[in-house]
């Protein structure tokens, strides 16, 4: 039961978070980018994790977040969460997922399977002004779905900074 009170909720917010959007700030250059994971839909992250190298990044200017179903309780600054850090309503409870989503930034990567309502919810929520979803993404929320599995490496960063280039965002 309280499963399906915490899906609903997340709808809302989502459904929310979907009408509220600017798009006025859309086509901005790439200075900063925010990449959140589903460490069980991708096993192997390093290529993932050097993205920001690949296109001349500062560290500093480059956030990931890792969602892990498996984790009983995130430790404090810790870079992954899990379901217990939200509540029933959906509300989050994390610190660290609160200012991910808070945080502007000019992209986000969206790495995770579309069954996940969390991670949609999150994505929808977050203040990127362009949000690129791979594979099966849910076209509400991502303004670019590459047709492309994250998980193959060299795909993952030639299609990922070919489309960047195209849409002049680098």
């Known amino acids: 039961m309280i499963k399906r009170i915490k899906d ?18 859309r086509n901005s250059k790439l200075e900063t980018m925010a990449v959140l ?8 992250k390093s290529h993932i994790e050097s ?27 810790s870079k992954k969460f899990s379901t217990n850090d939200f509540r029933w309503n959906g ?15 000019d992209v986000l990567l969206g790495i995770f399977s ?4 969390l991670l949609n919810s999150l994505s929808a929520q977050s203040n990127a002004r362009f949000k690129i979803g791979y594979l099966d993404a849910d076209q509400e929320i991502f303004d670019l779905i590459l047709s492309i599995n994250p998980a193959d490496e060299k795909l993952f960063q030639s299609e990922t900074i070919k489309f ?3 849409l002049n965002k680098i």
């Open 8 to 25: 609903y909720s997340l709808q809302k917010k989502k459904e929310k978070s979907l009408k509220k959007r600017d798009l006025s700030q």
């Open 37 to 44: 994971i589903d460490v069980n839909y991708i096993q192997d």
């Open 51 to 77: 993205i920001g190298d690949a296109l001349k990044l500062d560290e500093n200017k480059v956030q990931f977040l890792y969602f892990d179903k498996t984790e009983k309780k995130a430790a404090p600054n």
């Open 91 to 105: 509300n989050v409870m994390n610190t660290n997922v609160r200012d991910f989503i808070e945080n502007p930034v």
């Open 114 to 117: 579309n069954q996940n309502k």
């Open 164 to 166: 960047l280039k195209i």
